[in-house]
């Protein structure tokens, strides 16, 4: 079931998220709703409180349009190592209609479960390596914005109020 997705200024996206302890049905079909409301958005990726669900849980797709899907679900994500730097333009379906430069590491290393709770380890770089540090920060109730400069923060934030009036009154 595609999910509807909250979007900034949600105080909600702003909260962390909790382990998940039990690999349930439950769990299994958020992940699903989560993977449906990703590909139909369309997104890269998307993190549980992105839809209102506060457990820590990411699915990611970084497949290119004409490469088979490759959907990666990760339950109770960890970053344990990462190096390199990397600052390419981000956007976020949580923060539609802007995109901005942060700087992330080139390489992590990911560890966690799979649905069927075993452990996994994701070497990941490049985009992939991106969508891990940006989906595991929506875990922690961070915006990719929230790594931007202050004075680019001022004028988003001024752009998207403009933004959402205009769409308002539309
Ligand atoms: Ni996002």
Not at 51 to 79: F, K, S
Request: with cysteine; charged share 30%; net charge negative.
């Amino acid at each position: 079931m595609i999910r509807p997705i909250l979007t900034y200024p949600d105080p909600e996206l702003k909260k962390k998220s909790a382990p998940v302890t039990v690999i349930n049905e439950k769990v299994r079909e958020l992940a699903r709703d989560m993977a449906e409301t990703m590909y139909a958005a369309p997104g890269v990726g998307l993190a549980a409180p992105q839809i209102g669900a506060h457990q820590r849980i990411i699915v990611i797709d970084v497949a290119g349009q004409d490469e088979p899907p490759a959907l990666i679900t990760a339950i109770n994500p960890v970053i344990i190592h990462a190096d390199g730097d990397a600052y390419e333009e981000e956007g976020c379906l949580s923060v539609p209609k802007y995109a901005a430069n942060v700087r992330r590491h080139a390489r992590v290393v990911v560890k966690g479960l799979n649905l069927d709770g075993e452990e996994v380890t994701w070497r990941a770089d490049n985009l992939l390596a991106i969508a891990f540090q940006h989906e595991i920060d929506h875990l922690d109730g961070i915006l990719f914005i929230d790594h931007i400069s202050q004075l680019k923060r001022d004028i988003f934030r001024r752009k998207y109020r403009r933004n959402q009036e205009q769409e308002s009154t539309d």
